[in-house]
């Protein structure tokens, strides 16, 4: 399941530029692949919740379908911030859960800073609340990642793939090397591919928009990824092989 796909907005040296007066902070935009967010992972995160949820007295939502998608920052020091929203529409249609993180985040204190090359962090993370397992429905063990189904492309990603080579056009390229290119994406909602970019690139400009350019041109709509039924946008890595042989 392609959940968390590591993204840094600076490298290397950089790191430490957090530590100079004036420089703004270095911050991962998602952890660490198997990295937790949280001491004790998803399960006592969920679990920390519902006990907050019941020492709160906090009313059920009266929508059961209501999903909400937290975006925040965990700082080095285990202290968290809340993302500007991003889709204030899609929060307000589940103001419940949008309210209950806002409520309920700040009485928890088991965030865990991501670390990378031994230093803590500043990092950026999501977590999916969907209110209605975690009030009376709520049961020990709890993890929304039990009830995530991944989106589908129709015939499968063999057939994904199949659509994505009949687009690739090679003319003009000398393929004298092999080129192991990472295509990621994102499948929203309306089960609409979106968000192309290249994480590992060839090196040759006008060949990498030429491999975007043939992702894109895939029109099919996906099944979108669903969690407890709920529709939810979701990320995939493509990782291509080009050769002499392609």
Same mark, same amino acid.
């Given at each position: 399941?392609? %959940?968390?796909?590591?993204? *840094?907005? +600076?490298?290397?040296? =950089? $790191?430490?530029?957090?530590?100079?007066?004036?420089? &703004?902070? #270095?911050?991962?935009?998602?952890?660490?692949?198997?990295?937790?967010?949280?001491?004790?992972?998803?399960?006592?995160?969920?679990?920390?919740?519902?006990?907050?949820?019941?020492?709160?007295?906090?009313?059920?939502?009266?929508?059961?379908?209501?999903?909400?998608?937290?975006?925040?920052?965990?700082?080095?020091?285990?202290?968290?911030?809340?993302?500007?929203?991003?889709?204030?529409?899609?929060?307000? %249609?589940?103001?419940?859960? *949008?309210? +209950?993180?806002?409520? =309920? $985040?700040?009485?928890?204190?088991?965030?865990?800073? &991501?670390? #990378?090359?031994?230093?803590?962090?500043?990092?950026?993370?999501?977590?999916?609340?969907?209110?209605?397992?975690?009030?009376?429905?709520?049961?020990?063990?709890?993890?929304?990642?039990?009830?995530?189904?991944?989106?589908?492309?129709?015939?499968?990603?063999?057939?994904?793939?199949?659509?994505?080579?009949?687009?690739?056009?090679?003319?003009?390229?000398?393929?004298?090397?092999?080129?192991?290119?990472?295509?990621?994406?994102?499948?929203?909602?309306?089960?609409?591919? =979106?968000?192309?970019?290249?994480?590992?690139?060839?090196?040759?400009?006008?060949?990498?928009?030429?491999?975007?350019?043939?992702?894109?041109?895939?029109?099919?709509?996906?099944?979108?990824?669903?969690?407890?039924?709920?529709?939810?946008?979701?990320?995939?890595?493509?990782?291509?092989?080009?050769?002499?042989?392609?």
């Amino acid at each position: 399941m392609m %959940k968390k796909i590591l993204l *840094f907005t +600076l490298l290397g040296s =950089l $790191f430490f530029a957090q530590q100079k007066e004036g420089v &703004a902070p #270095v911050i991962y935009e998602n952890y660490p692949k198997g990295q937790s967010y949280y001491n004790g992972g998803n399960i006592q995160f969920y679990k920390e919740l519902h006990q907050l949820i019941l020492d709160k007295k906090i009313q059920p939502c009266e929508n059961k379908n209501e999903l909400y998608n937290v975006k925040f920052v965990v700082y080095p020091d285990a202290t968290i911030k809340f993302v500007k929203e991003e889709n204030p529409e899609k929060a307000e %249609k589940n103001k419940c859960a *949008f309210d +209950l993180t806002r409520r =309920l $985040f700040k009485y928890l204190d088991g965030w865990k800073p &991501a670390e #990378v090359d031994g230093q803590k962090v500043t990092a950026i993370t999501k977590m999916i609340i969907f209110p209605d397992a975690l009030f009376d429905k709520y049961v020990e063990g709890y993890n929304e990642e039990q009830y995530w189904v991944d989106a589908e492309f129709p015939g499968g990603l063999d057939a994904f793939r199949k659509e994505f080579s009949s687009n690739v056009n090679v003319r003009g390229f000398s393929l004298n090397q092999t080129y192991k290119i990472i295509l990621y994406f994102s499948v929203n909602e309306q089960g609409e591919a =979106l968000n192309f970019r290249l994480n590992q690139k060839s090196g040759n400009e006008a060949f990498d928009e030429m491999v975007l350019k043939s992702a894109k041109w895939i029109k099919k709509k996906w099944k979108p990824a669903t969690v407890h039924g709920v529709n939810v946008e979701s990320n995939f890595s493509f990782p291509i092989t080009f050769n002499s042989d392609y």
